[in-house]
């Protein structure tokens, strides 16, 4: 059974982190080099195939959300959380880090 992954805005993710919420797990599972270019700040770099290797080992948030390049493979990525994760809501942030530089770029960080 194939369930719709639920998805967030990227400004929705940025306020989140502006308000100091951070009862949150913000996955990046892009490649090393393009999480060391640019990350969303406080985001954990968990590539796929590391994931697939702690998913259903982690203690996840309550919350998490994911995201990819362009927010295709995040699809994927929080489906996979959804399935075998304890997390209780999951989501693709929408257009990925492509999406996320265009249009919040000022506020990220590669810390």
Do not use: K
């Not at 719709?4 to 797990?25: I, K, M, N, Y």
């Not at 060391?36 to 290797?53: I, Q």
């Amino acid at each position: 059974m194939s369930r719709d992954v639920d998805t967030v805005a990227p400004e929705a993710v940025r306020e989140r982190l502006e308000s100091g919420d951070d009862d949150f797990d913000l996955v990046d599972i892009r490649e090393g080099d393009a999480y060391e270019d640019g990350h969303l700040p406080g985001a954990e770099h968990l590539p796929v195939e590391e994931l697939e290797d702690v998913v259903a080992e982690r203690d996840w948030d309550d919350e998490v959300v994911v995201y990819c390049y362009v927010g295709e493979t995040s699809v994927q990525a929080a489906r996979l959380v959804e399935e075998y994760g304890n997390a209780d809501a999951v989501a693709s942030m929408d257009g990925g880090y492509e999406a996320w530089a265009e249009e919040v770029e000022p506020f990220a960080t590669a810390d």
